[in-house]
């Protein structure tokens, strides 16, 4: 592995959600390794149970603390265990998202209210709950950053996102909120709204392909990937950004700004003028 800049040297931090080598987590830990940090990866258990981790495990020496991020006694039992493994840490990812509606396909119109909250558990609540525990669990070093992954379909509806549209916007919420109460302390909050970008969880979502191509069309950079995504979440891990805190990043190539592009405009011109 290349020594990369040093960025993160002596830091040490926690990362949630690694599933496997496409998923927007693992490249991130690479990165982080590259660039000099130590870590600890977790997951839920019928995550670990691929046993897919152990290969990031070994190629970055990080330990496994398997967690259920719904569960307040598996958070509260995982920072303990993080305070011997790493004594503090200086930053923590959070790339957890999940939704029983969209895997089952259930119309947003008629999703199971159960599932729903689940939803709405993992995938943003649990950010309030792993910052709870880490605080109280006295392992959050001043001067740290926590980052978690999110999507513009918090801000604008996504039709096949379904009711992830709302969690994503809950998360959002919750990362201003905890920061605006860790600032004193100059730990930072943000959010990164990643483009759609091609990884197993991702590409689960019907319709997918077509949100790809449409923000890949949009986007004047195009699609970011997930190293790209990786490397801007370092410089978020990093002491180059300690007065940026509660704010949602969008690293989307631009599609937030655009309001359509060249490219678009011609294909949907073409397509219209075929249908005559």
Known sequence: MSEGYGLLKGKKGIIFGALDDRSIAWRIALACRREGAEFVLSNAPIALRLGVLNALSEETGAAIIPCDVSSDNDVKEMMQKVKEELGGVDFILHAIGMSPNIRKNKPYTEINYKWFQQSLDISAISLHRILHHADEAGILNDGGSVVALSYIGAQRIFSKYSD?????????????????????????????SQ??????????????????????????????SADECADYCVTLFSDLTRKVTMQN???????VTNGISEEMIGDLAKLYSEED
């Open 164 to 192: 992830m549209n709302d969690a994503k916007a809950l998360l959002e919420s919750i990362a201003r909120n905890y920061g605006s109460r860790l600032a004193p302390r100059g730990i930072r909050v943000n959010t990164v």
């Open 195 to 224: 483009a759609p970008t091609k990884t197993s969880a991702g590409s689960g979502i019907n319709g997918f392909d077509g949100m790809y191509t449409f923000a890949e069309k949009i986007a004047p950079l195009g699609n970011p």
């Open 249 to 255: 990043l969008f690293h989307d190539g631009g599609f």
